[in-house]
């Protein structure tokens, strides 16, 4: 398999503390991007980290990107209780136009 | 706010039966997605379209499963005898790939197959 996978499966932690997420993958990419899941719900877009950057940032999230060791991590700063979700990782694997997801990371943060 | 639409959000079926869902991607889009989730496998790339031609559909039971487009509004996954593993969340997602790269996809709130 070619999927991202996702390190830890899952993560409980108090509201205000920073929260993180790894992602590893095996094959060369163009693109990663992490996602969101609500329960029951469609998955939402968060960021997209091209090869070529090592590091950016949206608001509370900051995405790193390591091409060497073909990983790449999640961090949700300040974390909130609306922040419980399932997070996935998805690559672009070079030379192929579709996303391959990992399994996720369930984020549970507790009030 | 455009959105993906699937239909339909919820399908309870008995085994043998034929289910189609239905798909309805963000205007402008030149890709379709189709993924399947469960608990055990986690999100199954299941085919995917481009300017509405079929660019791989690896990830499907061939002998039972379809996906069409018939018109840039509209995208179909159909099975063809059901069977109880079939059960499943199935996904629709639009997005744009451009010069070989592929933009943030947009998901449907899902279809949720029960084959009984």
């Known amino acids: 398999s070619q999927q991202g996978e996702e390190d830890p499966q899952a993560l409980s932690i108090q509201e205000g503390e920073n929260a993180t997420m790894n992602c590893s993958y095996k094959?060369?990419?163009?693109?990663l991007q992490w996602y969101r899941q609500n329960s029951g719900r469609g998955l939402v877009h968060l960021i997209l980290i091209r090869s070529n950057e090592r590091e950016k940032h949206s608001g509370r999230l900051r995405v790193t990107l390591d091409t060497s060791k073909k990983s790449s991590s999640l961090l949700i700063t300040a974390s909130r209780a609306a922040d419980t979700a399932s997070y996935f990782c998805a690559t672009q694997i070079q030379g192929a136009q579709k996303l391959v997801f990992g399994q996720g990371t369930r984020l549970t943060i507790n009030p | 706010d455009a959105r993906v639409t699937q239909t339909p959000r919820h399908k309870v079926t008995e085994m043998g039966q034929e289910v189609t869902m239905r798909c309805q991607p963000i205007?402008?889009?030149?890709?379709v997605f189709w993924y399947r989730q469960t608990m055990m496998q986690g999100l199954e790339l299941l085919a995917y379209?481009?300017?509405?031609?079929?660019?791989?559909d690896s990830g499907m039971p061939k002998d039972r499963f379809s996906a069409e487009m018939p018109d840039a509004t509209l995208a179909t996954l159909k099975i063809q005898p059901s069977e109880p593993r079939d059960s499943a969340v199935y996904f629709c997602a639009s997005g744009l790939v451009l010069q070989g790269n592929t933009g943030e996809l947009f998901f449907g709130e899902g279809s949720r197959l029960t084959v009984l």
């Open positions: 094959t060369s990419i163009n693109n």
């Open positions: 205007l402008g889009h030149n890709t």
């Open positions: 379209f481009r300017n509405r031609a079929p660019l791989d």
